[in-house]
């Protein structure tokens, strides 16, 4: 078992930047790829960034792309996602979630282990 917890969500105004934070504790002496995904009211959870474990192979959705870059420091088990140009329709409540084994994913299903989740709000 895996144990997430997610930091540093906010209020921010556009164009304002803001990092997360996701740090693990359990049985992080496995391996485990890691994403951040996104939710609104009454939408599916959405898809932003992955990171695989060795590789550190990143992934992005597309609407964020140049914009957020995720990033991991395996010897703090902590996972992290830099936010700049941020804009009101990145509000949402972020997640971090995790999956074993090196590879990531961009499906919310193929991850087992799912953080508190953390809100962001951009104000325009």
């Known amino acids: 078992q895996v144990q997430l917890v997610e930091s540093g969500g906010g209020l921010v105004q556009t164009g304002g930047s803001l990092r997360l934070s996701c740090a693990a504790s359990?049985?992080?002496?496995?391996?485990?790829?890691m994403g951040w995904f996104r939710q609104t009211p009454g939408k599916e959870r959405e898809f932003v960034a992955a990171i695989s474990w060795s590789t550190r192979i990143t992934y992005y959705a597309d609407s964020v792309k140049g914009r957020f870059t995720i990033s991991r420091d395996n010897a703090k088990n902590t996972v992290y996602l830099q936010m700049n140009s941020l804009k009101p329709e990145d509000t949402a409540v972020y997640f971090c979630a995790a999956r074993s084994g090196s590879g990531s994913s961009q499906k919310f299903y193929d991850y087992p282990y799912w953080g508190q989740g953390t809100q962001v709000t951009v104000s325009s």
């Open positions: 359990g049985r992080t002496s496995s391996n485990y790829a």
